[in-house]
Nanobody, 127 residues
Framework: QMQLVESGGGLIQAGGSLRLSCAASGGTFSNDALGWFRQAPGRKREFVAVIGGSWSGGATAYADSVKGRFTVSRDNAKNTAYLQMNSLKPEDTAVYYC??????????????????WGQGTQVTVSS
């Protein structure tokens, strides 16, 4: 059983940067794909980015809306994944969730692909 805890959210002006962290405990962190999703009020949870497990050589995938602005990474020694968010826009405002997927199918971009979820961290981008 893996537990995930996000941190690093907050209020930021448009154009600014934030780095989210996702600390994992339990489970086999290095083997799992680590994904980031977000959910704005009244909208469905949507895929943001994912980094594959150790088997993937660090493969990554991004939603078109964040490509070139967001970077996903992981430090398996620290059981932590990160989402570096640059050039933030008001439309990036949402609760951000990290999730772990014990799958070798890549990239896992659907909510149903994931086995464990964090509680979420709020990111608010003001204009």
């Amino acid at each position: 059983q893996m537990q995930l805890v996000e941190s690093g959210g907050g209020l930021i002006q448009a154009g600014g940067s934030l780095r989210l962290s996702c600390a994992a405990s339990g489970g086999t962190f290095s083997n799992d794909a680590l994904g980031w999703f977000r959910q704005a009020p009244g909208r469905k949870r949507e895929f943001v980015a994912v980094i594959g497990g150790s088997w993937s050589g660090g493969a990554t995938a991004y939603a078109d809306s964040v490509k070139g602005r967001f970077t996903v990474s992981r430090d398996n020694a620290k059981n932590t994944a990160y989402l570096q968010m640059n050039s933030l826009k008001p439309e990036d405002t949402a609760v951000y969730y990290c999730a772990a997927a014990a799958t070798i199918a890549f990239p896992p971009i659907q909510v149903r692909d994931y086995d464990y979820w964090g509680q979420g961290t709020q990111v608010t981008v003001s204009s």
